[in-house]
């Protein structure tokens, strides 16, 4: 494969922002058609490279080439790690984009909000690709800023108040993330993470280099919205346009939050059991309080927003005992069992959140309200958006036979089989609180006696085309758990994250 097409994972959907605002305003429908067509191609484009096997490719921008063998270059990095991410990330893109071309016209400024959903995807596909620090952050803030203004979409109070929340503590988080990334530089002199990967590659118990590791799992662990820098989450999460929601909670958190973290800890630091510890600590709280915040919610989109916490933290606690276990040069096996259960669970928490949030968007579309306690009586009214959020309510919950069982068993197992077993008891309590949460949620909307008959009917097309595709998946992602189809989708990501050191040596050409 040429190296240019990764650049086209950037370049189209700035084109895209580019295009939009000069010929929407002259052509109508040109945005929602051009949206969802360069996210299709993504998407096809992503998927396709994951089927070409664990190639790792590198763009050098400008054909700068090394010199004296040191990178110059803006690198590009292709691997199956970035590669798996960037099919999630163009999956719940064009799901989200074709859902929007109903229920965005509702709201005015349709260039405006197809505009910022092209640059907040051009951004997270150019975090996952980044092959050096400052371009990372750089790629990181065009994604971020966008969805500033994508939760504040509505301009209501509730919105505007959310969105500034959540620029208060992004900006936060931006600013630990360049102090972390100025302190490498200084003590590395150079801003390409796989150069860096050989410089510290016999660094170990360096203080200085645990303290800038501290600063960055701060960072990002706003942006990613695990406890305790939670606080953000739940007003954005709930004020956003439901497509956005479906975006921030099912990629956003992960491309700018938990990716950079593992591709950094695991790929450029040396692998430290302190700091693994804390990692895992965090994942473990953010499953634990994240679900018991959740299930005393009535506001349909900020239960939903609790529950992106818990099932983040699922991911990070999966792949935060990987850390561990190599760390302390434990069995390999094991290790690449937790990882790969954090994997499988991310991309599968993709797909059944995304669905969640954009059925939760269909019943406000339909009945006006987010409000468990006014709904009720939509089972008759509402078959599709029934029969989804039963699949991703079953899936988020880890009831077989949808996807989220397999990769929440898979933890648990690894878990079991690494004498984590505190962890695998809070994976399984999360997983009985997430089910009884599900529980009140389908009855509550769907079955609960209304004080009068609802008058909601069935959401268009585009919006229930969407909800079934993503509820079809739900059930199709549990085939990961075969062995051959793992092997082709799965493990070349996890392989990436269990040979640490490969990431430089293939990058560089070492």
């Known amino acids: 494969m040429e190296p240019s097409v990764i650049i086209s994972f950037v370049i189209i959907p700035l084109f895209a922002a580019f295009l939009i605002p000069l010929v929407g305003r002259l052509v109508g429908g040109f945005q929602r058609i ?12 992503s998927v396709f490279i994951t089927l070409q096997g664990p190639e790792t490719i590198t763009y050098m921008a400008g054909g700068w080439e090394p010199v004296g063998g040191v990178p110059i270059a803006i690198y590009l990095v292709l691997d199956p790690l970035s590669g798996f991410l960037l099919t999630i990330i163009n999956l719940l893109g064009f799901m989200s984009v074709f859902y929007a071309i109903s229920y965005m016209r509702r709201y005015t400024s349709e260039n405006l909000f197809y505009t910022l959903v092209c640059l907040m995807v051009a951004g997270m596909n150019g975090v996952v690709l980044s092959g050096d620090l400052f371009n990372l952050y750089v790629f990181l803030e065009i994604s971020v800023i966008s969805s500033y203004a994508l939760v504040a ?5 509730t919105e505007l108040e959310a969105s500034y929340k959540y620029q208060v503590l992004g900006a936060l988080a931006s600013l630990l993330v360049l102090f972390g990334i100025a302190m490498i530089y200084w003590r590395t002199k150079t801003l390409n993470i796989a150069d860096i990967s050989v410089l510290l590659q016999h660094a170990r118990h360096d203080t200085f280099l645990v303290f800038v590791q501290l600063i960055l799992i701060t960072g990002f662990g706003i942006k990613a919205a695990l406890i305790p820098f939670h606080a953000w989450l739940p ?11 479906a975006m921030l909670s099912g990629v956003l958190i992960k491309a700018v939050g938990v990716y950079v973290l593992i591709r950094l800890f695991f790929n450029m630091f040396q692998l430290d059991t302190s700091l693994a510890i804390v990692f895992t600590a965090i994942g473990a709280l953010s499953m634990i309080i994240g679900v018991v915040l959740a299930i005393g919610q009535w506001d349909l989109k900020r239960l939903l927003a609790y529950h992106s916490i ?3 933290g699922y991911v990070v606690t999966g792949i935060g005992m990987g850390m561990i276990l190599l760390a302390r040069g434990g069995d390999k096996s094991i290790a690449a069992l937790a990882i790969g259960g954090g994997l499988f669970h991310m991309i599968n928490h993709a797909v059944f959140k995304g ?13 006006g309200t987010r ?11 509402m078959p599709v958006t029934l029969s989804s959020s039963f699949s991703a309510s079953m899936a988020i919950s880890g009831m077989p036979p949808f996807n989220g069982f397999f990769s929440k068993l898979i933890i648990i197992v690894a878990a079991i089989q690494g004498e984590f077993y505190l962890l695998a008891v809070l994976a399984v309590i999360a997983g009985i609180v997430t089910l009884a949460s599900f529980m009140k949620f389908q009855r509550f909307a769907f079955y609960n006696k209304p004080e009068k008959e609802p008058t909601a009917r069935e959401v268009p097309l585009a919006m229930r085309f969407s909800m079934v595709t993503l509820a079809l998946l739900c059930l199709l992602l549990s085939l990961l758990i075969i062995p051959d189809i793992r092997q082709i989708f799965l493990e070349p990501a996890v392989n990436t994250l269990i040979e640490t050191t490969e990431y430089a040596t293939k990058v560089l050409k070492l």
């Open 310 to 312: 818990s099932q983040m």
């Open 235 to 245: 007003d954005a999460h709930s004020s956003a346009p439901s497509p956005i929601s």
């Open 153 to 157: 979409f509505g301009v209501g109070k």
């Open 355 to 367: 669905l969640l949030f954009l059925n939760a968007g269909a019943i406000e579309y339909a009945a």
């Open 34 to 45: 051009l949206t969802s067509s360069i996210m299709l191609l993504l998407l096809v484009l």
């Open 371 to 381: 409000d468990m306690k006014k709904m009720g009586g939509l089972a008759r009214h």
